[in-house]
Structures are given as C-alpha cells and as structure tokens.
C-alpha cells in the first residue's frame, strides 16, 4: 500500500503529523512537494523566500534518503496533481496539514473534491496550539491577546511526535529538480530543517528575556523564517522551552504564543489578510510616490526607520522592535494604508507569513488586535530607548558610520550634516503634533 504526504508548511521529519499519519497508513509513502503557480498567482511568491524554500526543499530530501525515502517534486495546481499522483499510485490515502489562510482552505477545498474521504487533514502542523482549540464563551476566536495566553498556557499540548524511522518511498517515480532561485537580499540564512535545528541548539535561550529587545544585541533567536516553511515545529519548540523554564524561555514561549494568537485570528477571519480587522473608517492619506519611496528605501531621514529598512534589504529579516518602529512610522506619521507596508514587507521577509505579517501591521495599525489602537510609536524616544547607544543605526547607515553615540539619532542637530543621508521627511520640529494627530484621529 501507498499513503501520501502532501507537505506545505511542514517541512521537516520531526514533530510532522502529517508525514507520521502517512507512515502509520502504508508500507509505503511518498513525501509530496507541489510547486503551485497559483501559490505565485496569490501574491505569496518572492525571491527571498523562494531562495530559502529550495534550500528547505533539498535538506528535506537529503534527511529523506539514509531512510528509504526520498521527496517528490511536481508542478502544477496542488490539487490536481495530488489526484492524478494518488491515481496513479493507487494511493490509500493522502495526509496534508490544516492551514489557516483563505488559499489553504480552497486548496484543501480543491483536494477533497479530487479525492473523497481519502483525504486526511491533520491539525497541529503550523502552530503550537490548533487555531480554535480554545475559544472564549460564545466566540470562535481570541481578539486580545492576554486572555488567549492565560487559555493557551493551561490548554493540553499535543504530545511531540519523533521522526519517522524509515520512509519508504516506491521507487521510479518521476520528480521535478529543486528550483534554483536568486535571492532578491544578499544575507539570508540557510534554509532547511538541519540548518533550523542548529540554529535552536545553539541559541542561549536563558538570554532571551535579557536581549530580546535590544537592537544592538541582535539576541533574537532568528528562527522565524524556519517556523515559517516549517522546518521547526511550534509545538516542538514551546514544549522544550516550557521543559526548560527560566526567564528567557518562559519569554521565548510568549513570543510563540504570539504566534499562534495572529494564527487562530486568520483562521477565523481569513478576509483580514486583506481587510482591516476592526473597521476603524478610512484613515490613511492617499499613497505618496516619494514618501512612500523614501520609506522603502531608507531614506527618510529618520535613522533608526532606515536602520530598519536597509536591514530588510540586506537580509530579508528585521528585528521584530525596528519592525515596530517602522510600521508606524509609516501608518502613524506618514498616516499611509498598512497595506503598503505589508505588501512591501512581504515581498522582501524571509519569514513573510500572512498571518503573523498581516496582523502585526494591522495591530501596529490601530485596525487589529491592539487593545490600545491608538498607540503611537516615537521613533526618536524608541531610538533613545532601544539603541541608546546608536550601535544599530550605526551598524546599517554607513553614512552615519561615524557619527558617535546617541547623536547618530538626530542628525539634524549635528554641526555638520552627514554627506548623502537625506533630510528627514517629515519637520522634526512637528513630528510630535503628528503623533499627537494619529493619537485623535477618531
Ligand atoms: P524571536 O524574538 O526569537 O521570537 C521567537 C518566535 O516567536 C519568532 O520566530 C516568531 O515565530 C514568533 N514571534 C515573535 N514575535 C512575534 C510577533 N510579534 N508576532 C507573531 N509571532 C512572533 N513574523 C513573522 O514570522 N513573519 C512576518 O511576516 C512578520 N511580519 C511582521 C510585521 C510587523 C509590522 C511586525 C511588527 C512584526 C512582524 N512579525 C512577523 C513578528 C516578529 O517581528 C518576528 O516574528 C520576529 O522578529 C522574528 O524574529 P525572531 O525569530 O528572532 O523572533
């Protein structure tokens, strides 16, 4: 017999229920990679990603071969391809994870028309908890996030499952080679399940509560883009830091659990990959060519804005407070849509995921999930508090590279003004009676 494991999201042998449903259903299993140009039509394609995903694609293959197995690549749309593969195989069953956002739910919508009931759709692959595992009284999702922690931290966990011990994939089937694909940033990370285990067991996580907000440290544990393709399980992770303990990992949990929150509220509201959450009204100014340019090129003469934005650019990643920080920035000083920032911020993050990308912009935003909406972030007192010393900024301008101490915040004040960096685009001098503006906007 032959069972299929239609992997998504989940690419990697440990803690994979779906590859585990596939090896306990047949002698033998064919790990099912679909190369989906409908997943480009969506929008969700970008060169770094795709970049990261080939490397995901051969270590899982790699990982794969000393088992018996190996990992079949096809082209086409998932569904279709799954049926005439299971057709073709005459395949008992094929296994395939649960997704949260609107093209996952027509996909699998897609498959179990192709299929019938022999399609297994198995929980617990993307998040730690299952979106909707646990609800408030009377609603099917969390809208704030401190009661969904408390509910999340005593709801049971499922067990984390081992890697399979062998895989036994029928052999001469036919496989399209990995995609070679040009990264559009210069400096991101190796992807793949063995890179991703390497990188969490040598991450101090005892640390994580001392440096996680410091931008100079870079103490994150960068793993966002190895939970994002699945090469590390989110309930694998929250189980070893809860095992672990201590303020680092309890805060590291925290982080995870974020995670899982912006997931459970996709699930339930798909339409806020696209739509605001809340309805707050239109309240952005109409899209600025230049501003928005400057914006996304670091160049708005803030520098810790385009500290943040040159660090996407170089390594398609950027420290969750300069993601803040320059989030609002955009929607809270230059009053622009969230959907511009989102767009472009998907187009370069490595770890870019609908839900975690679209409801943190939403969030930022003051149209999702952020029971104070109308929070505002100053981007000089949260340089002065987050890079005190300047060492981030100066790490990531070069044309502020010699410009010491805290001063690199506010270059204006400099005598001399630093050759090539722009003036700020927005008077210093008003910036507060702009925040202040963003704060009344209702
Ligand atoms: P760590 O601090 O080491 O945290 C560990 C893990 O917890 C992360 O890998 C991530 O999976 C999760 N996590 C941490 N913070 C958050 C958060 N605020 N929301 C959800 N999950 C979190 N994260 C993405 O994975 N993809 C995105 O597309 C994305 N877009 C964002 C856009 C904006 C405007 C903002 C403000 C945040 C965004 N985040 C996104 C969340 C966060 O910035 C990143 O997850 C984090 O910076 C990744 O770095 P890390 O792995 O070192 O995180």
Redesign the pocket.
């Known amino acids: 017999t032959v069972a299929i494991a239609l992997l998504t999201q989940d690419l990697r042998l440990h803690d994979n229920p779906v590859l585990h449903a596939a090896c306990a259903a047949a002698d033998e299993v064919v790990p099912l990679f679909v190369l989906d140009p409908d997943v480009d039509a969506a929008g969700f394609a970008a060169p770094n990603r795709a970049a990261f995903l080939a490397d995901c694609l051969t270590d899982l293959d790699a990982s794969l071969r000393p088992l018996g197995g190996r990992l079949v690549l096809r082209r086409g749309p998932a569904a279709s391809v799954t049926a005439r593969l299971a057709a073709e195989l005459d395949a008992v069953s094929v296994h395939v994870a649960a997704g949260v956002s609107g093209f996952a739910h027509r996909r699998e919508r897609a498959l179990r028309a192709g299929l019938g009931d022999r399609l297994h759709v198995h929980d617990g692959s993307l998040t730690a908890l299952v979106p909707g595992a646990v609800t408030p009284a009377g609603k099917d999702h969390y809208a704030v996030f401190t009661p969904y922690f408390r509910a999340w931290s005593q709801a049971p966990h499922r067990t984390v499952l081992r890697a399979p011990k062998a895989v036994r994939t029928p052999g001469g089937l036919a496989s399209e080679p990995v995609p070679t694909a040009a990264p559009e940033s210069p400096g991101l990370p190796p992807g793949g399940e063995r890179a991703g285990r390497r990188r969490w067991r040598s991450y101090p996580l005892e640390r994580?509560a001392e440096l996680?907000d410091d931008l100079a440290a870079d103490g994150?544990?960068?793993?966002?883009p190895y939970?994002?393709f699945g090469c590390l399980s989110?309930n694998e992770l929250a189980a070893a830091a809860t095992r672990r303990g201590g303020d680092g990992a309890e805060a590291?949990v925290r982080?995870?659990v974020?995670?899982d929150?912006?997931h459970q509220v996709l699930a339930a509201r798909p339409l806020s990959a696209r739509h605001d959450y809340r309805d707050r009204g239109d309240r952005w100014l109409p899209e600025d060519e230049e501003e928005c340019t400057a914006w996304r090129q670091g160049r708005t003469g803030f520098p810790l804005v385009d500290a943040g934005m040159r660090q996407l650019a170089r390594e398609g990643?950027?420290?969750?407070r300069a993601?803040?920080v320059?989030?609002s920035f955009l929607t809270k000083t230059l009053y622009r849509d969230w959907r511009i920032?989102?767009r472009h911020?998907?187009r370069l993050?490595v770890?870019?995921?609908l839900a975690?990308?679209q409801l943190?912009?939403q969030?930022?935003a003051g149209t999702g999930t952020d029971t104070r909406p109308n929070r505002v972030l100053n981007p000089l007192a949260q340089a002065d508090r987050l890079d005190p010393d300047g060492a981030y900024v100066r790490r990531w301008v070069p044309e502020l590279a010699h410009v010491a101490g805290r001063k690199v915040h506010r270059p204006w004040l400099l005598d001399e003004r630093p050759a090539g960096y722009p003036e700020p685009i927005v008077d210093p001098a008003a910036l507060s009676a702009r925040l202040r503006r963003a704060r009344d906007l209702d």
Do not use: I
């Open positions: 994580y996680h994150t544990s960068r793993l966002s939970l994002h989110a590291f982080q995870l974020w995670r929150f912006h990643w950027m420290h969750n993601r803040l320059a989030a920032g989102a911020f998907l993050l770890d870019g995921d975690n990308n943190n912009w969030w930022v």
